[in-house]
């Protein structure tokens, strides 16, 4: 079982505090990683109550939403130092490994 760390940063130069997951896999497609990601952050949300019941999101719906952004590179995904750009592509997920999405941020006027 592997524990991967999942870090945001934006291009203007913020970064989260990041947080654990765990993945039972030592290997994942990107998709299934990003789709992992987006499940356990709604189901986080809905446990904290953060939204009424009534607007809760839907958890296939938003993964769907990730990836497409992901598609129209909206952000980045860095898997240890190495940039992954294909959802198919399977990743190595070693103990302590460090999964960055890295959005991107328009510059002024474009």
Not at 34 to 58: G, S, T, Y
Not at 67 to 92: H, I, P, S, Y
């Amino acid at each position: 079982m592997a524990m991967v760390t999942f870090v945001d940063e934006t291009t203007a130069g913020g970064r989260g505090d990041g947080w654990e997951f765990e993945v039972a896999e030592e290997r994942l497609a990107l998709r299934e990683l990003i789709r992992r990601r987006v499940f356990q952050e709604v189901a986080e949300r809905r446990a904290a109550a953060l939204v009424p019941q009534r607007d809760q999101p839907d958890a296939h719906e938003q993964a769907e939403l990730a990836l497409t952004a992901f598609g129209r590179n909206g952000f980045l995904v860095l898997v240890g130092d190495r940039q992954v750009t294909d959802l198919d592509e399977v990743v190595d997920l070693p103990l302590g490994t460090e999964v960055t999405f890295l959005k991107l941020v328009a510059l002024v006027g474009g």
